[in-house]
Nanobody
C-alpha cells in the first residue's frame, strides 16, 4: 500500500488543522492505521492509532483530548483532526499502516508502510 499525507501548514497557537492520509492499493480496511510525528533532533513519536474498522482509537499522552483520529474505509483515507494546537506540536507528521493483527500499536517498528510526511508549524 502507498500512503500520501496532506493537510499540513502554518497555524497559530490555539488553532486547528486537519491532516489527511490517502492510501492507494487494495485492502485498506485490513490495516491498522497510525499517525506519528517527528520534530528536528527528536525521535519519531506516536500520536494516534485506529483499528481496522475504526471502532477503536488510542492516543499518545501529549495529544489526548486535543487530537482525533478517524478513518473512512470507503475512501481509503485516515484523518487526524488537531485542535488547540501548541507550539510544541510543530513537527513533520507521518501516517503509517500496520499489517499486524490486534490493536494499540504505538511503536514505529509496528508499522510496515509510511507516507512521506507533511509539515505542521504552529507559530504566532
Amino acid at each position: 500500500v502507498q500512503l500520501q499525507a496532506s493537510g499540513g501548514g502554518l497555524v497559530q497557537p490555539g488553532g486547528s488543522l486537519e491532516l489527511f492520509c490517502t492510501a492507494s492499493g487494495r485492502s485498506f480496511g485490513t490495516y491498522v492505521m497510525g499517525w506519528f510525528r517527528q520534530a528536528p533532533g527528536k525521535e519519531r513519536e506516536f500520536i494516534a492509532g485506529i483499528s481496522r474498522s475504526g471502532g477503536l482509537s488510542y492516543y499518545g499522552d501529549l495529544v489526548k483530548g486535543r487530537f482525533t483520529i478517524s478513518r473512512d474505509n470507503a475512501k481509503n483515507t485516515v484523518y487526524l483532526q488537531m485542535n488547540s494546537l501548541r507550539i510544541e506540536d510543530t513537527a513533520v507528521y507521518y501516517c503509517a499502516a500496520s499489517r499486524y493483527t490486534g490493536n494499540d500499536h504505538r511503536r514505529p517498528v509496528d508499522y510496515h508502510y509510511w507516507g512521506q510526511g507533511t509539515q505542521v508549524t504552529v507559530s504566532s
